[in-house]
């Protein structure tokens, strides 16, 4: 698992997370993703484009990241979420907690 924060212009943070996020990797993401919060001015996107898997435990992390983002006031967004992941998060019913928005296959438009 890697991860690589960048600081946007528009008042938003995105961190790109890559790899599993699992048992044996989310402590280190939390934190990252805890720090971006905790710095962001507004609305934190989290790139999940390169993910190759998550279990509960990942799902678990993003939804505490999330409900840290709303106590302090911040929109958090998982961005070009894979199709895969998509479906986890409606079987889970967790697309209701956690917004997203799904990668579009190349040349699906």
Known sequence: MRTETQDV?????VVVVTGRVDV???AALRETLHAAVDRSAGQ???DVAGVGTIDA?????????????HARGHDLVLR???VRMARLLRATRLDRVLRSEVAVPVGAV
């Open 9 to 13: 212009v528009d008042l938003s943070d």
């Open 24 to 26: 044996s990797t989310v």
């Open 57 to 69: 435990t990942g799902l678990a992390m993003l939804v505490g990241t999330q409900r840290r983002a």
């Open 80 to 82: 070009d979420v894979p």
């Open 44 to 46: 934190l996107v989290i």
